[in-house]
Every structure is written in C-alpha cells, then in structure tokens.
C-alpha cells in the first residue's frame, strides 16, 4: 500500500531545501540590517480573524480557506497568509503601549485551496515583514528598499516591482461608484465571476485574466486618475524617495491586491519567466487594519515573498555544502577507529562523512566520490596496525600512505589534512 502526498503538499528535498537555507539566510541578514526583528504566530487562528482582515469577499475567504470547527465549536483556519495573524499578535500584546514603531518579519507555511499548478501550491511559504506604527510615505519607501535589497542580496534579475496606489477611506468610494458604473455599463462583456462579483467587489475588474474583460475593460478609469490630495501627495513622496535612490519603480494602475486591507501604496513583484504565477511577491500600506482587529488607529505596511516561487527564479549556484572528509574503514577494528576519528574531527567543526557496515572497498569509493569530499581516509587492517590512515586526495589524485596517525588530537588532523593540501597546491 502507497501513502502519497495530498495534492497541492509537496516535499522539499535536500537538493532543494539548501536553496531554502540560504534564502532564508540572506533575508535575515538584510532584516537584521534594517532593525526588523522576527515574530513567529500560530498556523491556526479563529476564521473571524480572516473574515474580518481579508475580507469575506475575496476569493481567498470565499473559497480557499482550510476551515474546520475544532471540538468545542469554534470555527478555526489555517493561515492563508501572516498579515492578519501579526497584527492580531500586535493588538493581543499591547505592543503600541511599549514601542511606538514595530518592525517584525515572519517566515513559515502558509495555506489555500487553490487549483494547483506550476508555482501554485496549497501549502506554500512565505517570508514577509510588517512595519506597523507609521503611516508616512517614508515608511512605504523603506519597505520597498528593504525589498529591493533582499532581491539584491537573492542575485535573482528580472524581476520588476510594480506599484500602485488605492486610495483611501475617503476618496476610494467615489472612485468605486465610477468603476461600478463602468463596469454595468459593460455587462455583457465581463466573464461570469467579474459579472457575479461587479457590485460587491468592482476592483476586481482590473486584474481579471480573462481576455474578453481584459478587452473590455482596456480603458477603465483608474483610481490614480481620484486620489484626495494626501494620498496622491502619499504616493508622489513614496515615489520620489526611490527616485532618490535611484529606483525606477514602474506604475502599474491595474494593481488592486486580492485582500481587502490595503489602502494608498501597493505592490507586486513580478518574475517575467514564471508564466500564469509570475508574482513572486506583493505587499502594500493597510492602515485600517489594526484598528478593525481591536488595536490603536495607527497604520502599517509590510509585503511577503512566496519562497517556492523564489526557488524557481534563483539563479543556479552551489548553495549545498560538500562534507571535506570521507572515512572508509575495512573491517569492524577499523570501523571502531573510523568512528572514533569522526568524531573528533566533528567536535573540531570538520564536516565528515563515514561509510560502515563492512562494504568492500570499490563500494566505498563509489560512495565517497559522489559525496564530494575533497580527502577519503582509508582504514583497512594495515592502517590499524601501524595505526595511520591512508588519505586519497580526490582534488590532487593523489594517495599518500599511512600519511595520518589515528592518535592525533581533532585540531592535529585538521592542520595534517591542510598540509597534505597545501602539498599538492605546491607541486601543481
Ligand atoms: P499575497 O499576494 O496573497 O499577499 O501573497 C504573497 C506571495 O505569496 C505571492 O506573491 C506569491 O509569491 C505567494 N503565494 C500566494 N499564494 C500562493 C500559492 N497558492 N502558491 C504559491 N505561492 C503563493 C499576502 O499574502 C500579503 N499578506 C502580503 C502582505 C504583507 N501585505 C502586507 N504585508
């Protein structure tokens, strides 16, 4: 009987999850740089919370949420993203009563039942951050930096950062009659899902895939075209800062985010090799939402980069590490020897592998060629008796004879297998 995996869950096996450390390395250490220090939340949350950040119109609360009522009635969910989560965090805590500025990043899975295709999973990671307790364009800029500075350190090219901003409380619903007039005034065009969703959620229209909408609705009124004052002064000041800093972000009016939380500056970043699912990140300003889940009046802004989705992008590197050594012994005395180097040459921070189980030596070497290691220490019973390893360098080519005592200490073997190295860079 097989047991696979559930569609939409996938492993991440060794080969891959080194490209995972490694970005997971480089966005701490560009966090680290910008004083954004890490928060980890519960996979699980009450669905309101959800209902209530996201918004019961999106297709995320609508359709794809993990629910499931827990044994005393409660309606629970599987996260679909981190935003909601770390701010119920934020007003669970009474964090602003401690610091007026909060700087948190997450990493983790991440839930959604969505159809699952290349680069779309239904459980997937994301790596974000949250700035919240600002609500000044500087805030947005030093977000987008802190964006283009891990894309940076990640060495992925390509990728481009499209931005846009959707008003405000105050200037988006009028905005919003416009658009809806719009749209009925184009019915029969739109696909049945921008039909049924026109009234409610209009922005929508916007970022439909659909060809007949897209043509339809080619020469929409944009919400740039009425924002108030502030936020188009909001999203000028956004804009000139990176100008400052000599980033060209790209204006993309289409941008309208699939959660309901946003207000004022949005953004996508968008990897033009990935096909349908070529976001690879998005974030934005969401200045209601720590209000609405109980919190002080105060804004915040933040995004999330989908890891799968960087994965893909990656330039291709050796980001795996080879063990240096590679210990053969023949034998079960030189098994108990290899056993007892090992683990001084661990404790001395040497990274080694070792073969038993009374293999030949042919199989051995098969093995220790494909680790990698650039020295393979060869115990048979010879060695253990004139207690000295043979060491094969796989680098050189070269064997050198009963070249390292067993006796030596775990620092001694690491000086001993330098020399031999530094031999053979000599005498190449
Ligand atoms: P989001 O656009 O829903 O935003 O997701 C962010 C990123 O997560 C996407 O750009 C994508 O790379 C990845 N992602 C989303 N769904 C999937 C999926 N089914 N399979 C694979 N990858 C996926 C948010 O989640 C917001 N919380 C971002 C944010 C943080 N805004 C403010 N702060």
Excluded at 86 to 92: D, I
Excluded at 379 to 385: F, T
Aim: aromatic share 6%; net charge neutral.
């Amino acid at each position: 009987m097989k047991f696979p995996s559930v569609k939409g869950f996938r492993d991440v096996l060794p080969d891959e999850s080194a490209r995972w450390s490694w970005i997971e390395q480089q966005a701490r250490a560009v966090f680290q740089r910008y004083n954004v220090t890490e928060i980890r939340v519960p996979i699980v949350e009450r669905t309101s919370l959800f209902t209530r950040s996201i918004g019961d119109t999106t297709d995320i609360v609508e359709k794809e949420m993990y629910t499931f009522l827990d044994r005393d009635g409660t309606s629970l969910s599987l996260r679909p993203e981190g935003t909601a989560s770390v701010v119920r965090a934020y007003v669970e805590h009474a964090v602003a009563q401690r610091e007026p500025v909060s700087k948190w990043f997450y990493l983790g899975p991440m839930f959604r039942r969505e159809r699952p295709q290349r680069g779309r999973l239904r459980q997937f990671s994301q790596i974000g951050i949250e700035v919240i307790g600002r609500d000044d364009a500087a805030a947005d800029a030093e977000v987008l930096l802190l964006l283009y500075d891990l894309l940076e350190s990640l060495r992925v090219s390509g990728v481009e950062v499209q931005i846009n901003s959707l008003g405000c409380p105050k200037c988006r619903p009028r905005y919003r009659e416009i658009l809806t007039a719009y749209g009925r005034a184009r019915h029969e065009q739109l696909c049945e899902n921008c039909q049924r969703r026109l009234e409610r959620n209009p922005f929508r229209l916007l970022d439909c895939k659909t060809p007949s909408c897209q043509q339809a609705t080619a020469d929409a009124p944009t919400m740039l075209d009425h924002l108030c004052a502030e936020c188009a002064e909001h999203f000028a000041a956004v804009r000139a800062i990176l100008a400052r800093e000599q980033i060209e972000a790209s204006v993309n009016p289409r941008i309208v985010r699939g959660l309901d939380y946003y207000n004022r500056t949005a953004f996508e970043v968008l990897a033009p090799g990935l096909g349908a699912q070529n976001a690879i990140g998005a974030g934005g300003r969401y200045d209601g939402l720590v209000k609405d889940l109980g919190g002080p009046d105060i804004g915040g802004v933040g995004f999330a980069l989908g890891v799968e989705r960087l994965v893909m992008v990656l330039p291709e590197m050796e980001v795996g590490h080879l063990p240096e050594v590679f210990i053969c012994p023949l034998g079960t005395a030189a098994e108990m020897e290899a056993m007892h180097l090992a683990h001084r040459m661990r404790r001395e921070d040497m990274r080694v592998e070792i073969d038993a189980g009374s293999k030949s030596l042919k199989s051995q070497m098969r093995r220790a060629d494909r680790s990698g290691a650039r020295y393979v220490l060869i115990i048979g019973e010879e060695e253990v008796v004139e207690q000295a390893a043979t060491v094969r360098d796989m680098v050189a080519k070269r064997d050198h004879p009963k070249a390292i005592p067993l006796a030596l200490s775990g620092s001694e073997l690491r000086t001993a297998l330098a020399r031999l190295g530094e031999q053979a860079a000599a005498s190449a």
